[in-house]
């Protein structure tokens, strides 16, 4: 019984050398002002090694520092770190994109284009198109397209915020279906949001933090769950992350994890229909029944008040193929003849459950 395991898909580790070696070869390219970090090295091993970690994290609005200018991945990117080259923002099978902040105004790089396109051609790079300008929503974007090592790389400037400085991307390209209009849209979305900021840049702990904290879910007080004519609000406990709501033609629940990732939590509606039960009190005998006679023998069904609201419950655990596994399970009849359940199980062998831990999950609004 895997209870919850297969639910905590948030960390993807593997080796994704096809994507080690663009990033090595492609961001290794320079951009004008910068010190030539390839001179001397290896360009297929000093940058990164054969094991990345990488994991999307749509929806975070995860902000990363680079060059003391703060950046907001808009929700369809991921970032993650790269030795050598540090945060790296994606998009799968589409991009990779490095960040810098360079000295120098917009203004003066638009006067020199050759020098900015020195760079490329000193690290053994090839020209595609020559730099070209483009306005996007009243900004001005400087970009030319490059090759090397047989991989096409767009690089883009832009003014930094109101500085004295630009922002500049690089970005290999990954999908023959994107255009150059879908390129330079993608980088002003990611660079719009630049503001100067006193933090340090981000480093590989900050952003393994940042993407922890997006992936446990949505942060709330409360929340509504309403089917046919039946509508409920409830409170969240603090320290419980919302992972989406989820509806059947008889039921509409919410799926909760604890910050650990030790408590799981099912919130839900149910209307009966024909299945041998219509009261909150029938559906927990039934639920409790289905439990094994070891379990029946060593626990109950109970009856607890939580703020003017009856609820049938019980709390059980048992062994199982060498596993301890910790369940409550709790009902109350609600409006309009539905059922509202909250059933809590423990992913962590070591964590107590108890009911103060989902108790806000029974207060009713």
């Not at 905590?8 to 090595?24: F, P």
């Not at 520092?65 to 030795?83: L, S």
Request: charged share 25%; hydrophobic share 40%; aromatic share 10%.
């Amino acid at each position: 019984m895997e209870k919850g395991n297969n639910k905590k898909l948030y960390i993807i580790i593997g080796l994704l050398v096809v994507l080690a070696l663009c990033l090595v070869i492609v961001l290794g390219a320079l951009f004008v002002g910068a010190e030539k970090e390839t001179e001397g090295q290896n360009p297929e091993s000093s940058l990164l090694g054969e094991e990345v970690k990488q994991e999307q994290t749509n929806g975070s609005g995860i902000a990363i520092v680079t060059g003391g200018f703060k950046v907001v991945i808009p929700e369809d990117y991921g970032c993650f770190y790269a030795e050598g080259i540090g945060p790296v923002i994606y998009m799968d099978d589409v991009f990779q994109m490095k960040l810098k902040v360079i000295d120098g105004t917009y203004e003066e790089a638009a006067a020199n284009p050759d020098k900015l396109m020195s760079g490329t051609t000193d690290a053994g790079g090839t020209i595609l198109q020559e730099v070209k300008e483009k306005e996007i929503d009243r900004k001005k974007y400087l970009y030319y397209i490059m090759e090397l090592a047989d991989q096409e790389c767009y690089v883009v400037y832009t003014q930094a915020a109101d500085s004295e400085k630009r922002i500049a991307g690089q970005i290999a390209i990954e999908s023959g279906n994107v255009t150059e209009e879908d390129i330079l849209q993608m980088f002003a979305e990611i660079v719009g949001s630049a503001v100067e900021t006193d933090e340090a840049d981000t480093d590989e702990a900050a952003l393994d933090e940042m993407k922890a904290a997006a992936n446990r879910g949505e942060v709330k007080t409360e929340s509504t769950l309403s089917l046919t004519d039946c509508s409920v609000t409830f409170r969240v406990p603090e320290g419980y992350y919302g992972q989406g709501q989820f509806a059947l033609d008889d039921t509409v629940s919410e799926y909760f994890l604890s910050e650990d990732y030790a408590i799981e939590a099912t919130v839900g509606i149910h209307i009966p229909e024909d299945d041998g039960y219509e009261t909150a009190e029938q559906y927990t005998a039934l639920m409790f029944d289905w439990m094994s006679e070891d379990v029946q023998k060593d626990f109950s069904v109970q009856e607890m008040q939580v703020e003017g609201t009856t609820y049938y419950y019980y709390n059980v655990s048992y062994e199982d193929e060498g596993h301890t596994y910790k369940e409550m399970f709790f009902a109350a009849d609600v409006e309009n003849g539905g059922i509202y359940s909250v059933k809590a199980e423990a992913t962590d062998e070591s964590v107590v459950l108890t009911e103060e831990a989902v108790k806000e999950f029974l207060v009713l609004d």
